[in-house]
């Protein structure tokens, strides 16, 4: 495993040593052990790499962002939300445990990642201050929370292409624009809106590509079952179509390198990141 | 209405403002407007107030701890949990809504709390991280959560006094002392540690006069009936007996009174405060 991601785990793992409760400590740690990309605290960590700095001096500010979404994985699964049973491959957290525990471990996580920086000692309260800003704004009512709400609303009737890309912006997009600004916020302040732009495209072409391999692969390529939810649920393919949905994706892969393109940058670490996304093979 | 506590009612909508979803914004002032004493936040007001400073100046660092409140008796009332169909006389935001909008209600308003921090402009930067260490700590996983879950423990196995106490030191206790250290926060840190214990010491004391209360008032004379959940409940009077009880209650009011004695205030609107419960009618 790449060392920077086994920091992560480590680093996770670790703030979680100081939980009193035994059956707590090992839900939250069965809940951020699954097989995981990390793929947003990487983002934080490989941008601030690629303005010269140490990115393993500032792991706290990427798993306090990870552990948001991890506590949001929790509790979109819960009966009461998506209802799922697996993640990860594994049960969910609450078919693991139990559902109570679930809630509170969720709650135990949202509240840990403002501990975390409230704590740290990697950046300046100034620094704090803004990464609580950025975490706050963007996992909560008006933000993440938002993208859930809407999710559950547009079970009940199918949305409109424009309502489509609010679920995609907000469920998925506005972590990943955090991770962005996090990272812009240690490595170079100014270029932080740029970055959040880009976070938002990403988002937004992550999920078309998903919904491009749902409808284009097999089943058994996929390895995975197509569930009747999936197939009833509204798709940008469905939405959009095939065509003018790939055409989407080459639209936004344009924007994305013209944008990374006007960052002056040291390494080019997140650049191979990103490109991680933009060549996803089908 | 108190005006202190009419404004805080008010600053309480006025952070729901902005939230884009009109039901979730419903849902939250719904939560947010239930008929409560808002004895958390005044603490931190009038202990602010008799430092001699202007309590109004504060009114968001309060809301932002009755937020975390709030969204732990909703995620407390929900069927997994507790189970509760009454709050405040009304019924609770799962019923009044339905469970996934609970959830993400109290998801929402543990972020606000954190978000209303880092935007006030009340603070400085150094005392905000200070503020979101203090409500992140108590509220999180060896906090407030780390109570619920060992009053959903004790469901199961009757606790001894050390584990009763336990469990209201953390569910209770936490974000009064909480509170207490907030206000102190502002009016003088020096102070905050004995705040913290006569906070503790006060939310000990304020349940063991609750436990004496449900078991010396007739049904009729509390206004609400005893159910049989609150029959089987492990409780002070059942566990010391209602001699020790009553003499706990004695011990801890010297106590309190006798440490704030030793702190030196410009005005008494915190001991006026604090004397509401330590002279509370059974």
Same mark, same amino acid.
């Given at each position: 495993m790449d060392s920077?991601?086994q920091a992560?785990?480590q680093k996770l793992m670790?703030?979680?040593e100081?939980i009193?409760?035994?059956l707590?400590?090992?839900?939250?740690?069965y809940a951020?052990?699954?097989?995981?990309?990390?793929?947003r605290?990487l983002?934080?960590?490989?941008l601030?790499?690629?303005y010269?700095?140490d990115?393993?001096l500032?792991l706290?500010?990427a798993?306090?962002?990870?552990?948001?979404?991890?506590y949001?994985?929790i509790?979109d699964?819960l009966p009461?939300?998506?209802?799922d049973?697996l993640r990860?491959?594994r049960?969910?957290?609450h078919l693991?445990?139990?559902e109570?525990n679930?809630i509170?471990?969720?709650d135990?996580?949202?509240?840990l990642?403002f501990?975390?920086i409230?704590k740290?000692?990697?950046?300046n309260?100034?620094?704090?201050?803004?990464?609580?800003?950025?975490?706050?704004?963007?996992?909560?009512?008006s933000?993440?929370?938002y993208?859930q709400h809407?999710?559950? /609303?547009? +079970? #009940?009737? %199918?949305p409109n292409?424009?309502?489509?890309?609010a679920? *995609?912006?907000h &469920?998925?997009?506005? @972590?990943l624009?955090?991770a962005f600004?996090?990272?812009?916020l240690v490595?170079?302040?100014?270029?932080?809106?740029i970055w959040?732009?880009?976070g938002?495209?990403?988002?937004?072409?992550?999920?078309i590509?998903d919904d491009?391999?749902?409808?284009?692969?097999?089943?058994?390529?996929?390895?995975?079952?197509?569930?009747d939810? /999936?197939l +009833? #649920?509204? %798709?940008?393919?469905?939405?959009?179509?095939l065509?003018a *949905?790939q055409? &989407?994706?080459?639209? @936004?892969?344009?924007?994305?390198k013209?944008d990374?393109q006007?960052?002056?940058?040291?390494?080019?670490t997140?650049?191979?990141l990103?490109?991680?996304?933009?060549?996803?093979?089908?």
């Amino acid at each position: 495993m790449d060392s920077l991601k086994q920091a992560i785990e480590q680093k996770l793992m670790a703030w979680t040593e100081t939980i009193p409760s035994s059956l707590l400590k090992v839900a939250t740690q069965y809940a951020l052990q699954g097989k995981a990309k990390r793929f947003r605290p990487l983002v934080v960590l490989r941008l601030i790499e690629s303005y010269g700095l140490d990115p393993f001096l500032y792991l706290d500010i990427a798993v306090a962002l990870e552990m948001i979404h991890v506590y949001s994985l929790i509790h979109d699964d819960l009966p009461a939300m998506d209802d799922d049973s697996l993640r990860h491959g594994r049960p969910t957290l609450h078919l693991a445990f139990d559902e109570a525990n679930a809630i509170l471990v969720g709650d135990g996580l949202l509240t840990l990642a403002f501990e975390i920086i409230a704590k740290t000692t990697c950046i300046n309260d100034a620094q704090k201050v803004k990464v609580i800003q950025i975490l706050s704004s963007h996992a909560g009512l008006s933000g993440m929370i938002y993208g859930q709400h809407l999710d559950l /609303l547009f +079970e #009940k009737r %199918t949305p409109n292409q424009e309502e489509l890309q609010a679920i *995609s912006r907000h &469920k998925t997009g506005m @972590l990943l624009s955090a991770a962005f600004q996090l990272g812009a916020l240690v490595g170079n302040p100014q270029n932080a809106a740029i970055w959040e732009e880009i976070g938002h495209d990403l988002g937004l072409l992550f999920q078309i590509q998903d919904d491009v391999l749902e409808a284009t692969t097999s089943s058994d390529k996929m390895g995975k079952s197509k569930s009747d939810d /999936l197939l +009833e #649920k509204a %798709t940008f393919v469905k939405i959009l179509g095939l065509d003018a *949905s790939q055409q &989407k994706i080459a639209s @936004l892969t344009t924007k994305i390198k013209k944008d990374i393109q006007r960052i002056s940058l040291s390494s080019s670490t997140i650049i191979d990141l990103i490109n991680t996304i933009l060549t996803r093979q089908y």
